[in-house]
């Protein structure tokens, strides 16, 4: 056999393995988003796949167990208890009341198992009542030169 003949081959194979990695890559790193009064509603495929779920921390849920954190989302009345069992540390804004984004799977007994939480606090970053948002130009004075 030729020599640009087994070139060819040889980098035939190697671009044919590198597409299978990155479509089965891209294919796993997918991630759908639901509401907590979605995912009842989800069967076959869609329960296996990985899901993003969102709604705030439910005030006195969070217990810590080892090797798992377990905590109840709730978002407009409905409930959904999770389990994070990731081996991040939570976030220092991850408390009760705090906006949670949750991403795992579900489990068949109804139980979200969380490899990641994103959380934020939400009236940590809002401006207190009457005060001005930073930069905005109403309450601030400037400073004027005497010269």
């Known amino acids: ?30 991630t759908y988003y639901h509401t907590i009064s979605e995912v009842p509603t989800l069967s076959g495929s869609a329960l296996r796949q990985r899901l993003r779920v969102g709604g705030d921390v439910q005030t006195g849920s969070i217990q810590h167990h080892s090797g798992r954190v377990d905590f109840v989302l709730v978002e407009q009345g409905k409930t959904m208890p999770v389990s994070y069992v990731g081996t ?31 959380a934020k606090c939400a009236s940590k970053y809002e401006a207190a009542p009457g005060q001005a948002q930073p930069g905005s130009e109403s309450g601030a004075s400037s400073p004027k030169s005497n010269t």
């Not at 990155?22 to 294919?27: E, H, I, K, L």
């Not at 540390?89 to 979200?112: H, I, N, S, W, Y």
Request: aromatic residues 6%; proline residues 7%; contains cysteine.
């Open 88 to 118: 991040d540390p939570l976030p220092d804004t991850f408390k009760d009341g705090a906006q949670c984004l949750v991403e795992g799977k579900v489990m068949p007994d109804g139980r979200f198992v969380a490899e990641t939480v994103q």
């Open 1 to 30: 056999m030729r020599p640009k003949a087994k070139f060819g081959i040889g980098v035939g194979v190697i671009i044919i393995a590198l597409s299978c990695l990155a479509w089965v890559g891209a294919q796993q790193s997918k």
